[in-house]
């Protein structure tokens, strides 16, 4: 029997990294990702290499079942160079999570968009639909705009297997969110990277794509799109002690530039301290804050002190690689 995989990498683009992806025919395949074989591609083509030496390696990180496809997997790879070392548009390479301690849940915004309009769904030509509001988790045709395309992007995750943990409609018309929850950095950044994916495949049917912009509607009154990290580690889970949240906190704050380095291109256009967020430029944290940087949720408190946080800044085009990266590295510091 012949199987098709469906080898999916991220190219090399600036400041923001796209999804590439080939099939690969194999026959008699296992299933597993040790039966998945190295493969390569030409950089040159995706800005990870010059044409007189082009290849660039695919290492298989991950497989889930293609739900779009017969006899199909997806297939998750990062970036080798030809030597068999991470390539410099390899972020999931830069995550320092060998024990899997962290664990991740990723709140990915974005809205559709419509190509022949060049708008998201709801936004009549030339105008602006009623102000936001109303659309936020709601029902009905007057307020929840492309609810097909969302519902089988959600459907195609479940039956690859992803752990995406809900969906809702977001604050503007047209924008929508999925979550995506793993006990580990790395596969909190393939399964994201892979809902991704799925989601723009399942809007290809319908001729629509998807904007991962932050503030794709420019200087308005309408929210951005963010990617909300949440995050914890063994302390913060176990402990119940309110100090190592606040070191935690205090250790972000120090590094700003680090975080906002990997939170996403023109993410300043959505941290404009309007719009539940906090300025780019400045930090803070609190419970129960949206405008906070991080927000440490109320449950965390309640459960004594024993939970997670979430960081508000980055954006919906922010590779999760790198922001989980940057994540575990701070927290690990504020520890010692």
Same mark, same amino acid.
């Given at each position: 029997?012949?199987? %098709?995989?469906?080898?999916?990498?991220?190219?090399?683009?600036?400041?923001?990294?796209?999804?590439?992806? %080939?099939?690969?025919?194999?026959?008699?395949?296992? !299933?597993?990702?040790?039966?998945?074989?190295?493969?390569?591609? &030409?950089?040159?083509?995706?800005?990870?290499? $010059?044409?007189?030496?082009?290849?660039?390696?695919?290492?298989? #990180?991950?497989?889930?079942?293609?739900?779009?496809?017969?006899?199909?997997?997806?297939?998750?790879?990062?970036?080798?160079?030809?030597?068999?070392?991470? +390539?410099?548009?390899?972020?999931?390479?830069?995550?320092? &999570?060998?024990?899997?301690?962290?664990?991740?849940?990723?709140?990915?915004?974005?809205?559709?968009?419509?190509?022949?309009?060049?708008?998201?769904?709801?936004?009549?030509? !030339?105008?602006?639909?009623?102000?936001?509001?109303p659309y936020y988790c709601s029902v009905g045709a007057q307020n929840a705009y492309g609810?097909?395309? @969302?519902?089988?992007?959600?459907? /195609?995750?479940?039956?690859? !297997?992803?752990? @995406?943990?809900?969906? /809702?409609?977001? @604050?503007?018309?047209?924008?929508?969110?999925?979550? #995506?929850?793993?006990?580990? =950095?790395?596969?909190?950044?393939?399964?994201?990277?892979? =809902?991704?994916?799925?989601?723009?495949?399942?809007?290809?049917?319908?001729?629509?794509?998807?904007?991962?912009h932050p503030k794709p509607l420019g200087d308005t009154d309408w929210n951005g799109s963010?990617? +909300?990290? /949440?995050?914890?580690?063994?302390?913060?889970?176990?402990? !119940? *002690?309110?100090?190592?949240?606040?070191?935690?906190?205090?250790?972000?704050?120090? *590094?700003?530039?680090?975080?906002?380095? #990997?939170?996403? =291109? &023109?993410?300043?256009?959505?941290?404009?301290?309007?719009? $539940?967020?906090?300025?780019?430029?400045?930090?803070?944290?609190?419970?129960s804050d949206r405008g906070a940087s991080i927000r440490i949720p109320i449950s965390t @408190?309640?459960?004594?002190?024993?939970?997670?946080?979430? &960081?508000?800044?980055?954006?919906? /085009?922010?590779?999760?690689?790198?922001?989980?990266?940057?994540?575990?590295?701070?927290?690990?510091?504020?520890?010692?």
């Amino acid at each position: 029997m012949k199987t %098709k995989l469906e080898y999916i990498w991220l190219d090399g683009y600036k400041p923001t990294q796209s999804l590439r992806s %080939k099939t690969r025919i194999e026959s008699n395949f296992g !299933g597993s990702l040790a039966d998945c074989p190295m493969w390569s591609f &030409d950089g040159s083509s995706t800005e990870q290499a $010059e044409g007189n030496a082009s290849d660039c390696l695919l290492k298989p #990180v991950a497989i889930f079942p293609d739900p779009g496809r017969k006899d199909a997997y997806l297939v998750m790879t990062e970036v080798l160079n030809a030597d068999g070392t991470p +390539h410099e548009s390899n972020g999931r390479a830069t995550i320092q &999570d060998d024990d899997a301690d962290f664990w991740f849940g990723f709140e990915q915004e974005y809205f559709l968009w419509n190509t022949q309009t060049n708008l998201p769904p709801g936004f009549p030509t !030339g105008g602006y639909p009623p102000p936001q509001g109303p659309y936020y988790c709601s029902v009905g045709a007057q307020n929840a705009y492309g609810r097909e395309i @969302v519902e089988e992007h959600l459907d /195609n995750c479940l039956a690859a !297997g992803l752990n @995406v943990e809900g969906i /809702n409609g977001e @604050v503007a018309a047209g924008q929508w969110e999925f979550q #995506v929850f793993a006990k580990s =950095a790395a596969q909190a950044g393939d399964e994201t990277w892979l =809902a991704r994916y799925l989601l723009e495949r399942t809007a290809e049917k319908y001729n629509y794509s998807i904007n991962w912009h932050p503030k794709p509607l420019g200087d308005t009154d309408w929210n951005g799109s963010g990617m +909300h990290a /949440n995050f914890s580690n063994g302390p913060m889970r176990e402990s !119940g *002690n309110e100090g190592i949240f606040t070191k935690i906190c205090e250790g972000f704050g120090r *590094n700003i530039p680090r975080h906002i380095s #990997v939170y996403g =291109a &023109d993410n300043h256009q959505r941290l404009t301290g309007k719009h $539940e967020t906090q300025s780019i430029d400045q930090f803070s944290f609190g419970i129960s804050d949206r405008g906070a940087s991080i927000r440490i949720p109320i449950s965390t @408190v309640e459960d004594g002190w024993k939970g997670r946080l979430e &960081d508000r800044r980055p954006a919906s /085009n922010a590779d999760p690689y790198k922001v989980a990266a940057a994540i575990v590295l701070t927290t690990k510091e504020a520890l010692g």
